[in-house]
């Protein structure tokens, strides 16, 4: 984990904070790519994963958007509302399942809401290296879009590239996911971070493209563990241990004191991903393909249970 200090707090939306964290005694931070995010610890318990929205690379400042969510458990409310600047925090190094093509013949970008996070790293990084990119960004209304501002003025820069929709002006027409896709040349990179409708329609009209130019990123899966009780064997040490319905591996091993590697605890980020020597996983995450999880070699251990009664891990 780093060390680092809480720089710099700005509302740059409706509800969407931007804070900026800086190394503690001068360390600079391991530099990030587009796409990145980190886990952050709170004073209060909490963990959490937000994406990176400096520019990439960065080592002097790592800035986090965050969505103020009245209703959640805490997490967005702690740092929006109650952390203040100069407060310190830990942070895990940035990982990234949702890496930028850069040598791509171009990107197309396709962002819900507090989704666009990811995506504007993604063309930061585009603008410094000349790539060429197209935005669809869709908000349920306008003073609630971030970033706003810096895409209009790279709209005005090169004309075509921005297209907005706001969900309280009938002036902007609804995005159309599957024209977007359908009109994208065969040779370009697509991308799509967003609600779970949003990924679900982009899924299925990309269905047919080549799986390697298609990449999404989840920001919430909607629930955790599910299942039945089952038992897991850690091959490398040969401890075993029961795991409860409802609980994950994850939280069992953290319960033992043994260190593991993880996340979002939610599936979304990949941190946890494990090999499976033996059993049938249960897979809820919002990472693996169907391919990977139809081969019953990986696991995310933070969220996925088991369908037979054990599993060997490769931990």
């Given at each position: 984990?780093?060390?680092?200090?809480?720089?710099?707090?700005?509302?740059?939306?409706?509800?969407?904070?931007?804070?900026?964290?800086?190394?503690?005694?001068?360390?600079p931070l391991p530099p990030a790519a587009?796409?990145?995010?980190?886990?952050?610890?709170?004073?209060?318990?909490l963990e959490r994963c937000y994406s990176l929205v400096s520019q990439p690379g960065s080592v002097r400042e790592y800035s986090l958007a965050i969505n103020l969510d009245s209703h959640g458990d805490g997490g967005s409310r702690y740092l929006c509302e109650t952390a203040r600047i100069g407060d310190r925090f830990c942070i895990s190094a940035p990982l990234n399942q949702f890496?930028?093509?850069?040598?791509?013949?171009?990107?197309?970008?396709i962002a819900g809401g507090i989704g666009i996070t990811p995506i504007w790293s993604m063309i930061q990084r585009l603008e410094q290296i000349g790539g060429d990119w197209h935005l669809f960004y869709a908000v349920r209304e306008r003073a609630c879009a971030a970033f706003l501002a810096q895409l209009e003025s790279l709209e005005a820069?090169?004309?075509?590239?921005?297209?907005?929709?706001?969900?309280?002006?009938?002036?902007?027409?609804?995005?159309?996911?599957?024209?977007?896709?359908?009109?994208?040349?065969?040779?370009s990179h697509l991308y799509c971070c967003g609600p779970k409708t949003m990924l679900d329609a982009f899924k299925t009209v990309a269905a047919g493209r080549d799986p390697a130019t298609v990449h999404?990123?989840?920001?919430?899966?909607?629930?955790?563990?599910?299942?039945?009780?089952?038992?897991i064997e850690l091959a490398r040490n040969g401890q075993t241990f029961f795991v409860p319905a409802g609980k994950s591996v994850l939280d069992i091993l953290i319960a033992a004191g043994l260190e593991v590697?993880?996340?979002?605890?939610?599936?979304?980020?990949?941190a946890c991903?494990?090999?499976?020597?033996?059993?049938?996983?249960?897979?809820?995450?919002?990472?693996?393909?169907?391919?990977?999880?139809?081969?019953?070699?990986?696991?995310?251990?933070?969220?996925?249970?088991?369908?037979?009664?054990?599993?060997?891990?490769?931990?």
């Amino acid at each position: 984990m780093i060390g680092v200090i809480l720089s710099s707090i700005e509302q740059h939306a409706k509800d969407i904070f931007v804070l900026g964290f800086a190394p503690e005694m001068d360390v600079p931070l391991p530099p990030a790519a587009a796409g990145a995010h980190i886990r952050i610890v709170l004073p209060n318990g909490l963990e959490r994963c937000y994406s990176l929205v400096s520019q990439p690379g960065s080592v002097r400042e790592y800035s986090l958007a965050i969505n103020l969510d009245s209703h959640g458990d805490g997490g967005s409310r702690y740092l929006c509302e109650t952390a203040r600047i100069g407060d310190r925090f830990c942070i895990s190094a940035p990982l990234n399942q949702f890496s930028l093509i850069e040598n791509a013949p171009s990107s197309f970008f396709i962002a819900g809401g507090i989704g666009i996070t990811p995506i504007w790293s993604m063309i930061q990084r585009l603008e410094q290296i000349g790539g060429d990119w197209h935005l669809f960004y869709a908000v349920r209304e306008r003073a609630c879009a971030a970033f706003l501002a810096q895409l209009e003025s790279l709209e005005a820069a090169l004309p075509g590239r921005v297209s907005v929709s706001f969900g309280d002006d009938s002036a902007y027409p609804r995005l159309d996911i599957a024209k977007i896709v359908q009109q994208a040349p065969a040779s370009s990179h697509l991308y799509c971070c967003g609600p779970k409708t949003m990924l679900d329609a982009f899924k299925t009209v990309a269905a047919g493209r080549d799986p390697a130019t298609v990449h999404w990123e989840h920001f919430s899966t909607g629930s955790r563990v599910a299942g039945d009780s089952y038992t897991i064997e850690l091959a490398r040490n040969g401890q075993t241990f029961f795991v409860p319905a409802g609980k994950s591996v994850l939280d069992i091993l953290i319960a033992a004191g043994l260190e593991v590697a993880y996340g979002c605890k939610q599936g979304i980020c990949g941190a946890c991903q494990t090999n499976v020597l033996d059993g049938i996983p249960q897979h809820n995450d919002m990472v693996l393909s169907d391919e990977e999880r139809a081969s019953n070699k990986i696991v995310m251990i933070c969220c996925s249970g088991a369908v037979s009664e054990r599993l060997v891990l490769d931990l």
